[in-house]
T-cell receptor
Framework: GENVEQHPSTLSVQEGDSAVIKCTYSDSASNYFPWYKQELGKRPQLIIDIRSNVGEKKDQRIAVTLNKTAKHFSLHITETQPEDSAVYFCAARSRNTGNQFYFGTGTSLTVIP | GAVVSQHPSRVICKSGTSVKIECRSLDFQATTMFWYRQFPKQSLMLMATSNEGSKATYEQGVEKDKFLINHASLTLSTLTVTSAHPEDSSFYIC?????????????FGDGTRLSIL
């Protein structure tokens, strides 16, 4: 099955700086890669996603890049704000596994004011 | 607004009690729902895939007799933790995938924090 790895596990940045979180996947049949933000004790919220036919997608301060050849995708947050502090999860969905998503281990992001 | 509703949000009960958690899709019909367990500061661990009208598919290591799943309608899946013990204490989250064409994200419920005394 699919194996998703995520790095780093913790990340601290100064307010206004950029944050980058990276994920790799193993199944070349994976074709959909969402990113979720989870605040303490709350539900994961979809913040951005990318499909395998696209190399990059941007939504205001958030962008995601995908390198299908290398099987990795990254989340980029620019001009970070304290409210960006949360745990971020990447995920991958493979055509081989139907609707099932495989999640990374999470990155705890802290934005220092 | 929320498209998946999960209830209850918090349960505290004695050891040996069975606890039922409900997951409802509000804006769409979900033939498939997912149940996850999340330990503090850890990722979402898929427990089982709930399939409407058929048996759930459990992940390796998850006891099907311990975690009973019923997906009786296109908008409701339930997870029952039978004879719960302190080691079952955790955060349980359900999700449902929007059935719209093409790749669609999963939408998560608010989660249920289960504490077994």
């Amino acid at each position: 099955g699919e194996n998703v790895e995520q790095h780093p596990s913790t990340l601290s940045v100064q307010e206004g700086d950029s944050a980058v979180i990276k994920c790799t996947y193993s199944d070349s049949a994976s074709n959909y890669f969402p990113w979720y933000k989870q605040e303490l004790g709350k539900r994961p919220q979809l913040i951005i996603d990318i499909r395998s036919n696209v190399g990059e997608k941007k939504d205001q301060r958030i962008a995601v890049t995908l390198n299908k050849t290398a099987k990795h995708f990254s989340l980029h947050i620019t001009e970070t704000q304290p409210e960006d502090s949360a745990v971020y999860f990447c995920a991958a969905r493979s055509r081989n596994t139907g609707n099932q998503f495989y999640f990374g281990t999470g990155t705890s992001l802290t934005v220092i004011p | 607004g929320a498209v998946v509703s999960q209830h209850p949000s918090r349960v505290i009960c004695k050891s040996g009690t069975s606890v039922k958690i409900e997951c409802r899709s509000l804006d769409f019909q979900a033939t498939t729902m997912f149940w996850y367990r999340q330990f503090p500061k850890q990722s979402l661990m898929l427990m089982a895939t709930s399939n409407e009208g058929s048996k759930a598919t459990y992940e390796q290591g998850v006891e099907k007799d311990k975690f009973l799943i019923n997906h009786a309608s296109l908008t409701l899946s339930t997870l029952t933790v039978t004879s719960a013990h302190p080691e079952d204490s955790s955060f349980y989250i359900c999700s449902a995938r929007d059935p719209g064409g093409g790749n669609q994200p999963q939408h998560f419920g608010d989660g249920t924090r289960l504490s077994i005394l």
